[in-house]
């Protein structure tokens, strides 16, 4: 079963960045699409961006468009979400996840958390000053 792990998180001043990353063992990456999403303390889990198996669709919530970006490195099988500009409402734990192979094609991608089968254990992102 596919597993994922997300580093990368930390305690950073708001207009600080971050890059977080999301690495598999034993399985390419390629195969599928990647979404991130975060879940702050009393709050809803709530999608992030997502990235199509091709790298070449994203999609951003509104919240982060123009700060984060999400991108993918087949070399070493890891996906990652560049986060600038942060701000204390960004703060969260932030999962990555994908869906099961076969559910979107080479370009297809949608952010919808029902649509996403394996997920990692988060990382913990802190913007505060």
């Known amino acids: 079963q596919l597993q994922l792990v997300e580093s990368g998180g930390g305690l950073v001043q708001p207009g600080g960045s971050l890059r977080l990353s999301c690495a598999a063992s034993?399985?390419?990456?390629?195969?599928?699409?990647i979404g991130w999403f975060r879940q702050a303390p009393g709050k809803e889990r709530e999608a992030v961006s997502c990235?199509?198996?091709?790298?070449?669709?994203?999609n951003y919530a509104d919240p982060v468009k123009g700060r984060f970006t999400i991108s993918r490195d087949a070399a070493k099988n890891t996906v990652y979400l560049q986060m600038n500009n942060l701000k204390p409402e960004d703060t969260a734990i932030y999962y990555c996840?994908?869906?099961?192979?076969?559910?979107?094609?080479?370009?297809?991608?949608?952010?919808?958390?029902?649509?996403?089968?394996?997920w990692g254990q988060g990382t913990q992102v802190t913007v505060s000053s």
């Open positions: 996840a994908a869906p099961k192979v076969g559910t979107f094609s080479w370009q297809q991608i949608s952010c919808e958390a029902r649509l996403y089968d394996y």
């Open positions: 034993g399985f390419t990456l390629d195969n599928y699409a």
């Open positions: 990235i199509s198996r091709s790298g070449g669709r994203t």
